[in-house]
Structure formats: structure tokens, C-alpha cells
């Protein structure tokens, strides 16, 4: 009923062709705020006829009132339906079966260019990527040469920290989080989102340029440096790239860095086991997610256990990588 309703109040202004990990995607808004915030965030799709129709709408009707505006995160989800919340003054509702998302805000929210680009449209996305034929994986991505390398671990492993040190040695940044990876003929493609780098507070060890920016809560509660790493580092941003090495990553007692070859089979079981499994009208989606990161067998794999600096770590992965070519 909500989503009937917002469909019949919203008097679209604007809307765009946009892309998501190669997939399109139809953004409607009365807002140019919100119209504006997704431009810059997702690249623009020029169709053709011969192009594919877009793969889901996102619909924002942004209203003119005076509602208090606090961050208050809350996700929930149930069969096909999905709701979402970041503030006070702010619900956006999901229909993954047809592929629809229908946001109400207030102007307030329609303003803060920060929360659409760090949270509300990376979120939104994430969650449409089963139904879109995208894999999201819990892996940093970094390109030298054209080629994508994928760093995976566990969380609080270090992967942020050296994906910078990394950056920071001229490779270019596609994703520090999380990667989508989206088919590309018989292969796949790793696609990321402008969003920021989060970095828990010790990283200002390594990094002293992060003293100049104030550490805030994320949307997983955790406190953290979320800071853009073009313009905190100056580091090179690419949206997407083939992937060609995969790296699993794991903190060693003993101080130092050392490699080992591993099968395309672990890596792939690393990865996927980081899919969310989905059930019912959703299932097919999920095997489908499934079948694409398996499509990465061709990739070669690396286990790299450490225990030292990250610009220590990252020179000793570059080398590495450098003897692969």
C-alpha cells in the first residue's frame, strides 16, 4: 500500500539512466539534490536500441517538512520485501520480485550528499544485487595494468589498511569493502562504488594524513575513519576491471611476510562462502551468485600470511605479483 501510494504522490523531475556493476538501472526523484547525488555516484548509461531495458527502478519522492532528523539504522527483510531506514526521516521499501525500490525523505536527508554516497545508495544496491545478477564479495580489489587483484579476510584482518599501502604504490582503488562482480561474456568483470575508505582509528599510525579527519561511528556501529581515499591519499579511483589474482589474506604470529600458492577451488570457496544464502521466489538468484564467482577459476590464488607494516606487506605483495605477470 506504502509503495502505491509514494508511486501516485511523486511528480517525477528527474530521471536518469544509470549503471550499477554493468547492469541499468531507471533513477526517477522530484528532488535535483537526489537527482544529483546519484549522477555523481553511478556512471550514466547511454542506451541504444540494442542495449538491454533497465534491470530495476529506484523511485525517491523527497517531501518538504520539518521532521527531526537523527541517524537511526534499521534493516529488515522477509520473502521478496525489504525495508530500509538511516534516519529518522527516511524509509525506503524494496520489492526484489519485480525490482522496485520506492524511497520517502525530507528535504534534510535530500540534501546531505554524504549519506546518499556513503550509505543509503551503497545499501540500496547491495541489496537489489541477487535480482540483478551481481555478486557482491567481501573482498578490496585493487587494478595494476588493467588487471584486478582481489584481497580477501576476514574482517579486522587488515584489509583496508593494506589496500591503501597498496594505493598508495600506484595501483588504482576499485573497492576496499566489498566488489560486485557482474558477468562479462564467459567471464567476469569487478566493478566498485565511489564510496569511502573505513579505517579503524590505530590506522592513523600508518597513515598520519587521517589526523586531519575526525573519527565517526559507521553504519555497523564500529568507530572509524570514513574518509574519501582520492582526496584523504590522492590515490588513482577505477570502476571496473577483469580480475586475474586472488589473494586470501591472514595475520601470522610471526613477524615477517610470506607466500603460498593455493588452488582457484579454496579461493572460490572463500568467497562464496561470504554469500548470504537466500530462499524461496529469491533462490534461483542466489545459485545464480553462486555459478558467477565460480566462473573465477581461472584466476591465479595466493595465500599471504603477515605480521609487520602495512608498506612493508604491500612491497612484498607487489613483488609478488610483479614475478606473476
Known amino acids: 500500500m506504502a509503495s502505491v501510494v509514494m508511486a501516485d504522490l511523486a511528480l517525477t523531475l528527474c530521471s536518469q539512466q544509470l549503471l550499477f556493476a554493468g547492469q541499468p538501472l531507471l533513477f526517477k526523484t522530484n528532488s535535483p539534490d537526489v537527482a544529483r547525488h546519484a549522477g555523481h555516484f553511478l556512471p550514466e548509461h547511454y542506451g541504444r536500441k540494442s542495449n538491454p531495458p533497465a534491470r ?3 523511485t525517491i519522492h523527497v517531501r518538504e517538512t520539518n521532521e527531526p532528523c537523527e541517524r537511526a539504522p534499521w534493516f529488515r527483510a522477509r520473502g521478496h520485501f525489504a525495508f530500509a531506514r538511516f534516519t529518522t526521516a527516511d524509509t525506503f521499501w524494496l520489492n526484489l520480485r519485480t525490482r522496485e525500490v520506492y524511497g520517502l525523505c525530507t528535504s534534510q536527508v535530500a540534501e546531505d550528499a554524504w549519506l546518499w554516497r556513503a550509505q543509503i545508495l551503497p545499501a540500496l544496491l547491495g541489496i537489489l544485487s541477487p535480482v540483478l545478477g551481481v555478486a557482491p564479495v ?7 595494468d588493467g588487471q ?3 584481497l580477501t579476510a576476514p574482517s579486522g584482518t587488515g584489509k583496508s589498511t593494506l589496500t591503501i599501502a597498496l594505493a598508495k604504490r600506484r595501483y588504482a582503488l576499485l573497492s576496499d569493502e566489498w566488489t560486485y562482480l557482474s558477468p562479462a561474456g564467459f567471464g567476469v568483470e569487478a566493478w566498485g562504488l565511489p564510496v569511502p575508505v573505513k579505517l579503524l582509528p590505530d590506522a592513523s599510525r600508518f597513515f598520519p594524513e587521517l589526523l586531519q579527519f575526525r573519527e565517526a561511528e559507521s553504519l555497523n556501529g564500529e568507530t572509524a575513519y ?10 588513482l579511483r577505477q570502476t571496473s576491471c577483469p580480475v586475474k589474482v ?6 601470522s604470529p610471526n613477524l615477517g611476510v610470506t607466500f603460498s600458492r593455493i588452488s582457484a577451488a579454496d579461493a572460490i570457496a572463500h568467497l ?6 537466500l530462499e524461496g521466489p529469491l533462490a534461483q538468484c542466489y545459485e545464480e551468485q553462486l555459478a558467477l564467482i565460480r566462473r573465477l ?3 591465479q590464488c595466493l595465500r599471504l600470511s603477515f605480521n609487520d607494516r602495512p608498506s612493508v606487506i604491500a612491497e612484498a605483495l607487489d613483488a609478488a605479483l610483479t614475478r606473476m605477470r
Open 56 to 58: 530495476a527502478t529506484i
Open 297 to 299: 577459476a581461472d584466476a
Open 246 to 251: 586472488i589473494v586470501l589474506l591472514e595475520r
Open 226 to 235: 570514513d574518509v574519501f581515499p582520492d582526496e584523504c591519499f590522492g590515490v
Open 148 to 150: 584486478g587483484v582481489l
Open 272 to 277: 562464496t562462502k561470504e554469500i548470504e544464502p
Open 138 to 144: 567481501h573482498a578490496a580489489c585493487l587494478v595494476r
